[in-house]
Nanobody, 127 residues
Framework: EVQLVESGGGLVQTGGSLRLSCAAS????????IGWFRQVPGKEREGISCIRNYDGRRSYGDPVKGRFTISRDNAKNTVYLQMNNLKPEDTGLYYCAADTESCLRILTNTFGGADYRGKGTLVTVSS
């Protein structure tokens, strides 16, 4: 059984930083892809970042490029999202997601989204 458990969310002021963690079990970092998307009630889900596992290629959504960095620790089966220079529009529920094929379904809602997702961690950025 695949489990993705997010942590690290919280309340931060504009310009601050947070680091999210996603501990994965039952999912190998040798396959597919793993990453993050966020959801705000009433809005479309937004792809944030993804690592393609076989070559380590990283992808970022346009709103977070240059501010967010995704990384992984294979020994700990954990993926991180370092978020710097946070803005109020970054507020949302951040989900860790994993897919057995590629980043496409993590960053978009294609074919119903990624194979697996966690329960989310809330990030609130105050102005």
């Amino acid at each position: 059984e695949v489990q993705l458990v997010e942590s690290g969310g919280g309340l931060v002021q504009t310009g601050g930083s947070l680091r999210l963690s996603c501990a994965a079990s039952g999912f190998s970092f040798d396959e597919g892809a793993i990453g993050w998307f966020r959801q705000v009630p009433g809005k479309e889900r937004e792809g944030i970042s993804c690592i393609r596992n076989y070559d380590g290629r990283r992808s970022y959504g346009d709103p977070v490029k240059g501010r967010f960095t995704i990384s992984r620790d294979n020994a700990k089966n954990t993926v991180y999202l370092q978020m710097n220079n946070l803005k109020p529009e970054d507020t949302g529920l951040y989900y860790c997601a994993a897919d057995t094929e590629s980043c496409l379904r993590i960053l978009t809602n294609t074919f119903g989204g990624a194979d697996y997702r966690g329960k989310g961690t809330l990030v609130t950025v105050s102005s």
